[in-house]
């Protein structure tokens, strides 16, 4: 039999993208990508690079000059944030609550830097004052932390690190790769010197680009290195002179993923970001009212420390994870994602993000679960779920979403 009698064609599913990434992306973001590709030399695509770093800028909030999307998934941020800024033996403070935060730690670790781990249960968020006592004394480069822990659904509050950097005289390096356009965030207003993210979460573009952003501060760090970053790839001094103003040949970048987030940076704006930030929290709500009233708790107890776009819930007592997620994905076409490392089987984490968050989708995933849930012998009220989460919505005014399911 050949080749071409064994593969057919290419026909993905068209799921309800519920993950913590990626999300659902809109269909002006696929229109966009349809559009013929250019070289990455080419004049007219040198002049589109600025619109994107011009959007980039505003979702970020800032008025960085260093503001752009690397080639790479938001891990490839996650080793351009920690690379640049660190030589090897330099100290940092990383808070570790979670899978992605220690990404961050065991980055730094492989440069070999010395990373003072200031360590909280997943769950919780870490206390700046144990980052400050920490650093005393020491001669800190970096404080990193991660703004939205995706493992699991935790925001970190970063209101107080700009000061407690500033005390150890240290720059400050921010996760917000699931945050970015769904939770307040504000680069220039809270002093972060490296801010990076992910295309596919909230942004609602396809997954492979890192959008960073670096302040004077942390271009001068970076530009006193006493040797150059181990990584030539993610050298952020080699990157930007192909974003910046020379547009110098470094790689051969993602032509249709840049069309992508440019258009996923246009949706962004048109619905404006205190909009966008409201129907994420609006919808989350809703979410949480549904799951509470099916009997189902919370994992990050504290309201308040609740990650928006990112809901973790503990798995009931005698419900098998692995089960509930395979009939959602083959009954309903609803894909959710299970646990990490120590909370692998302990907990679901539904993501509402970008596209994905929409009132549609909160109350045919909520119906979808307790049917589920039924199915395998876990006592809830029928119909609860839906009627708490439209009582959420009836005590709120939910804002449109153009191009939405229906």
Known sequence: MSVEENVGELLP???????PGPSCVDPRIYRAMAAPIVGHMDPWFIKMMDDVQVLLRRVFQTQNHLTFPISASGSGGIEAAVMNPLDAGDECIVCVNGAFSERMAIIAERIPANVIRVEVPYGRTVDPAEVLRAGK??????????????SSGVVQPLADYRRVADELGALL???????????????????????????QKALSAPPGMAPITVSKRAEEAIGSRREPVRSWYFDLTTAMNYWGKDRLYHHTPPITLIYAMREALRAVLEEGLKARWERHRMNQQALVRGLEAMGLELFV?????????????????GIEDAAV???????????????LGP????????????YSCQKTNVLIFLAALEKTLSDLRFRLPAGAATAAALQSYQQTSQPALAGSRK
């Open 13 to 19: 599913p068209d799921r309800l993208m519920l993950t």
């Open 137 to 150: 004394g020491r001669k800190i480069k970096f404080v990193g932390l991660a703004h939205g822990e995706t």
């Open 173 to 199: 390096v921010v996760d917000a790769v699931a945050s970015l356009a769904g939770v307040p965030l504000d680069v220039d207003g809270e002093g972060i010197d490296i801010c990076f993210s992910g295309s």
């Open 301 to 317: 107890s504290n309201p308040a420390d609740r990650l928006v776009t990112v809901t973790a819930v503990n798995i009931p007592p």
């Open 325 to 339: 997620r395979k009939q959602l994905l083959d009954e309903f076409n609803i894909e959710i994602a299970g646990g």
């Open 343 to 354: 909370l692998k089987g302990k907990i679901w984490r539904i993501g509402l993000m970008g």
